[in-house]
T-cell receptor, first 113, second 115 residues
Framework: GQQLNQSPQSMFIQEGEDVSMNCTSS?????WLWYKQEPGEGPVLLIA?????ELTSNGRLTAQFGITRKDSFLNISASIPSDVGIYFC?????????????FGKGTLLTVNP | DTAVSQTPKYLVTQMGNDKSIKCEQN?????MYWYKQDSKKFLKIMFS???????INETVPNRFSPKSPDKAHLNLHINSLELGDSAVYFC??????????????FGPGTRLTVL
């Protein structure tokens, strides 16, 4: 089945630093999504990407749909303490069920004030 | 104006018991999902219903039985609970309403602890 490799597994950064994380896939996707999960809550959709090469921003967050359609990147600029959480990438479509998301294993972000 | 809601938030029970988790969405979506998140935070799809029809049924013990009375509700019944069933269960929905089909909106989760 389709698998997503998400890295890094965890990051410890200082407030104000920029953050980068990425996901790579063994197969292509039609859609890439990025979610954030805070402790005790469900994942919240941050950004959805629909075209290869697409670059989309949501406040201090920017995500890109890789040209090969097998990868995606999420950048967070000028991190703040409330950015703490687990960030998940997810891929959708192309060869699998039209309804199924494949999730990465998450990047745990810790921001030191 | 909660989008996807689940009850209960916490569920603590003994091995061998039967329990249910309920999910409701008011986003106008036609597809609903159940996920299991283990202690390592890995999100694994269990089931999905589209307009009350089961469309995804991953390798899940048949002690787990989903039921969708209508497209706004998806419940999960678990028989003969085992220690390994302890996890956080998330409901999600997508399609036909807010957002595109691929954009799944998650509930707050139900933390199940089996003693």
């Amino acid at each position: 089945g389709q698998q997503l490799n998400q890295s890094p597994q965890s990051m410890f950064i200082q407030e104000g630093e920029d953050v980068s994380m990425n996901c790579t896939s063994s197969s292509i996707f039609n859609t890439w999504l990025w979610y954030k999960q805070e402790p005790g809550e469900g994942p919240v959709l941050l950004i959805a990407l629909y075209k290869a090469g697409e670059l989309t921003s949501n406040g201090r967050l920017t995500a890109q749909f890789g040209i090969t359609r097998k990868d995606s990147f999420l950048n967070i600029s000028a991190s703040i303490p409330s950015d703490v959480g687990i960030y998940f990438c997810a891929g959708h479509g192309s060869g699998g069920s039209n309804y199924k998301l494949t999730f990465g294993k998450g990047t745990l972000l810790t921001v030191n004030p | 104006d909660t989008a996807v809601s689940q009850t209960p938030k916490y569920l603590v029970t003994q091995m061998g018991n039967d329990k249910s988790i309920k999910c409701e969405q008011n986003l106008g979506h036609d597809t609903m999902y159940w996920y299991k998140q283990d202690s390592k935070k890995f999100l694994k799809i269990m089931f999905s219903y589209n307009n009350k029809e089961l469309i995804i049924n991953e390798t899940v013990p048949n002690r787990f039985s989903p039921k969708s009375p209508d497209k706004a509700h998806l419940n999960l019944h678990i028989n003969s609970l085992e220690l390994g069933d302890s996890a956080v269960y998330f409901c999600a929905s997508s399609g036909g309403g807010r957002g595109r089909r691929s954009e799944q909106f998650f509930g707050p989760g139900t933390r199940l602890t089996v003693l």
